[in-house]
């Protein structure tokens, strides 16, 4: 797995996982006329790097990647992969409906030089569980790059089953899960379930902004938070503080982290979806924090207005980030 | 419109729907390697087109676009155009998840010499309807031919507000809609609107294999059933019944078409999705009917095993189409 | 069974199914302290069978039966069945969570002289399809009059599988399904299958407002429609033509209907849900028809404001109902 | 509000929550005649008060409150009141449709001597945030006691708006919240905005049995653990690791709880739905300690086989419970 090498930010034994610790999901930086801004994206490349994540997550679902067409994509992995060099891992999404178009999307992010690609369940077309599980394993057997589960009922409508996450764990078809399903009872049994059957060298990740210290505390090895893209040296200590178990530390961290999120509620319910709310709130965050030139976000997502801005400002400000 | 030339079917005035009439969704035959089998879509095309029916759809659910890669996309596209060599419309699905990729695929099918186009609302996103209503305007506003509006909430988790498709009837974004949401309430009610409204031109087509005769009596103007593959002569046959006002005659013709619909659950539900089982039998259908050369279906969606096929071929020989 | 002596309105042979025609469900009038307005309630049953209604459904959603406390059921219960005299056959809800509840309140209504009870689906609880059947069959075990299955997926989150109402329809157990799942190609299919499979004497009712044309073209025995409160002689009429085959008057009386249905939209989104809109709608129309007294809701449904009621009462004068 | 005086088994200052620590929801021993075994439910209660637990929830869903008819709910209320003796404060689930049925159930649990009830949003209706709000308001002015919310989307298919909850708590219109909703991040930002805005007096529980840990670090004040009938001292255990800050002891704990916590699988998927398979593992596994003398669950639900109950008992040997 070409992952290992760079991936384990702290080792359990002889069968780490891949990759763990801080993760960021990257907001992918947009021109006004909707070309990737390459040198926004740099800087928000070295924006997280710098702040000590232990690798960057192009191509998610806080990437925008629903929007972005195939030569966007690339653009992303071709900057990232180049401008990172090796000092993190780098994981890419492969995010499309089902398991030949999700091949094709695996084989631009391994050949861009990514280490390890992210796959959801089929979206769009109604999918059994045995379907689901053919799925992952095509998509694994096809790529040149460790697979990576990736749990988003909200997207995809599906939950992933614990069972067969379980049975691909132990047969090495993926290397790990990001769970962004928000079920931490069903994370934990698994957590607990990979344990007691000794699967090792298996990533769990969590795609949680608000509870990273609990979900450490369970045993998940990395967190792949949409904030951090705001705020990295925020989920960098936080991760460092439960490490070390300073959990009054952490605790303090996470809350205020928590504050922080309340901007994903800064655009109106009445005018736009949470997605637009959310990217949004963080893209303005980093325009703020003069990390990227432009807070646009793809069509059709609803654009911050201006007093939706002062909004974040006022959340930045609060959390000592302006 | 380019449509307009070629495609309706019947006319009630001056401004007539641009389509009407019966526009199956083609499926897309594949072979054992999962390219496009060209020959036996021609072969397809023909079978449908000497049925008599008044248009095809290319790219829709039925055709598994959502399994398609882009390139068995273009075959596709460049294949049916070419061959139905303008004798019927054609319309083409640009399925893809949100408005630049959209965007893109229509301007594939329009350059592919498509007549229309065929949009559903943004699906993995978590969307607005202000932003539904945004991404059919720019779909719109950038594609060279008429856009179709693709009701489906079942693939797409969430529903075309009517208020919104009479808006965009009424400044002629959209040239007509699609209905596969199964409300034939709203349905009605949506027709009713367009007339009280005097919106003209304006195509309203059902996706129901099973109420076409009510559809047709509601004052639909066209007809896309999955099953037409199977049997369009079929659907051709109940069309003009009901057009002529042969009600008892349309609705013994429906029964039957009702009556075969029962290979959709050919599939054993404790092995495969609903997908599978209806996409599965349609192609056993065309395959024991000797238009396609193989009944395959693309990953990761689960074959019909021997018993199931042979439940299919019981269907098509209690309906008289073997 | 008792339905039978009174029920059927028309006949198809031997074996007529025990209840058809228009059957409205009924509002529940309140007086402003909430209790059960009985002279509104005698006036109200009046209005329906003095229209020549078939029957009388009580204790429906229509009736805000969800809301109502026992007592208030009983006051419905034997107020309708002693005001209506076997006029016409009287169905009650029986609306609960689980199986012992209902079977108490069928019971009651039973006891109170209903000639059948209306049941649904377990809801609250987390149930299985064998668990909804072994319900079912319960019930009706323990039931003294016929059971009518209330297909209501809106309400109860679940929808009755066709295969299981066959079996409770061929063996006995369920005297007819009330089908509000506005899925009217499976609705086709299930009368379909009772005529394939010769199972007679089971009614099928639709409880849709606006294809009532079309569900009685298909072969339902009877339609429920909650705007029947409103304009019952509007459905008396078009059931009458519909049985006569006049579908040109069947169309345009439905169209009618339809447009007056526009009432149900008279409540604001933003201030309160679909149920209070509509509910509050028939109300305030009944009022405005000075057939009822009083056009409260039960809480917490917010109530109409007076513009809103003024829609309300604009959508009976172009009905022609003022 | 008379849930003070013997509430609280912690205090944090002047304005303590009015309930925390350790208050499961009791499950309801049934004869083979469906009758509430009034003995084995006496037994049940000396089992969870010996155990140490700082209150009891009857009534709840781990009640099968949805399976029991009024006079059952009664017993329940009554036999449960009297045998505690004031020991521990008692909640009585007010678990109806709408609000005037819920306030009925209030006024018997709080008749019958209950320290508080406990009320869900509306459910079977369809109902509009503002008037889940209104329910509350209404129910909480004619409760004579504490209402707490009960957030349990898996059953009313809405969730409560924090905003909401917050508004409610600020004005002491409900006295806590159980909070069986499955998000912690929400929950999580609850709890600080609660804090933030100085807002004491408010218990808030959570229902999770898998996370108990974690919610108490995050600040939760209680908690509601169904599995907290068969192993009531595991969670007395947990619960004084927590608030002793044992957090290493805490975990092993809660993973011994986690693992015990499988038997809610022992019923086949394909025999029965969830809620019988957890409901009935919990009745196996009090039947299997001879606490209760029948395992019986309530109609429809499925119950468990020999083999399935054989998989209950292994659980509790391996947990060292037999």
Redesign the interface.
């Known amino acids: 797995m070409t992952v290992a090498p760079t991936g384990p930010r702290f080792a359990d034994g002889p069968a780490a996982p891949v990759l763990g610790g801080v993760v960021p999901p990257v907001c992918t930086p947009l021109t006004p006329e ?1 070309e990737v801004d390459v040198p926004s994206l740099e800087r928000l490349v070295d924006h997280l790097v710098g702040a000590g994540v232990d690798g960057l997550f192009v191509l998610g679902s806080t990437s925008e990647v ?5 030569a ?1 994509r690339r653009t992303v992995l071709e900057t990232v992969v180049k401008h990172v060099a090796g000092q993190v891992p780098v994981l890419g999404g492969a ?1 499309d ?5 999700v091949i ?1 999307h695996g084989r631009a992010a391994a050949g861009a030089g990514c280490d390890g690609i992210v796959v959801t369940a ?7 569980p ?3 599980e ?2 992952l394993r ?1 998509v694994a057997a096809a790529a040149p790059v460790p697979v990576f589960a990736y749990d988003l009922p ?4 599906s939950k992933l089953d614990p069972a067969m996450l379980l049975r691909l764990a132990a047969e090495g078809v993926v290397a790990g899960v990001k769970d962004s399903s ?4 069903g994370l ?2 698994l957590l ?1 379930a990979l344990r ?1 059957e000794g699967t090792s060298g298996f990533s769990v990740l969590t795609g ?4 990273v ?2 979900a450490l ?2 045993g998940v090895h990395g967190v792949v938070p949409g904030l951090g893209n705001v705020d990295p040296k925020g989920y960098v200590r936080l991760y460092r503080h439960c490490r070390a178990g300073r ?1 009054a530390e952490a ?1 303090a961290e996470q ?1 205020r982290l ?2 922080l ?1 309340g901007i994903v509620d800064a655009g109106a319910p ?7 709310s959310a990217l949004g709130s963080f893209k303005a965050a980093l325009h703020l924090r003069g990390i990227i030139d432009c807070p646009i976000t ?5 654009p911050l207005d201006a007093a939706e801005t002062e909004r974040v400002r006022r959340g930045l400000a609060a959390a000592g980030l302006l």
């Not at 409906?97 to 178009?101: C, E, G, Q, S, V």
């Not at 928000?182 to 009872?185: A, I």
């Not at 009445?270 to 637009?276: C, H, I, K, T, Y």
């Open positions: 909707m629903a929007f972005l067409p195939d966007h995010i409906m089902a398991t030949l178009r094709e089929p979206f769009y077309t109604r999918t059994h045995a379907e689901v053919a799925h095509q909200v997207s995809v409508h928000g079920d931490e009872g934990r049994a607990l007691d949680t902004e608000l509870t210290d609990s505390a369970m959990w605790r809350e928590l504050r999120f009445a005018r736009m979806g949470r997605g637009s793809a069509p059709p997502q609803i």
